[in-house]
């Protein structure tokens, strides 16, 4: 399942991409396989990087699914419906767990590793300075 796939561009942005699909995103914790279902129709805009940081991380240079993942957690407050061992249960996942999962996307999508720690920081310091 290609995420890109399901990604059209929001009428009249630039920036905003919508889900035309529901997309799992998953991944493994201390060896146990998780995963959240993000909804058709979801918008998002791929990375908040500012034009000055272009040159060194350009938005898409982050993957896709670690921003659709990270954004769609803070727009749920960290409460999503997660799927592990075959249990479906609601977890409260902080911020600071949506960024870990951010950067653990970011690693398994090839984003080099200067690239994913300094996008990791960013999110780390962007959620201090918003009080979170």
């Known amino acids: 399942m290609i995420l890109e796939d399901y990604l059209r561009p929001v009428t009249g942005s630039t ?3 919508r889900l035309t699909k529901q997309y799992p995103i998953e991944w493994k914790h201390r060896g146990v396989q998780k ?3 993000v909804p058709s129709g979801f918008e998002y805009d ?5 034009r000055v940081f272009w040159l060194l991380i350009a938005p898409r240079e982050l993957g896709y699914k670690a921003p659709l993942a990270h954004d769609y ?7 999503v419906s997660l799927e592990t061992e075959g249990r479906k249960f609601r977890a409260r996942i902080t911020r600071k767990d949506a960024d870990k999962l951010f950067a653990v996307l970011m690693r398994e999508a090839g984003v080099p590793r200067w690239k994913r720690r300094l996008a990791y920081r960013a999110v ?5 300075a918003k009080g979170g």
């Open 35 to 37: 995963r959240f279902w």
């Open 15 to 17: 920036r905003l991409l």
């Open 73 to 79: 957690l803070l727009s749920k407050q960290g409460y």
């Open 124 to 128: 780390r310091l962007w959620g201090w």
């Open 46 to 50: 791929v990375a908040s990087i500012p």
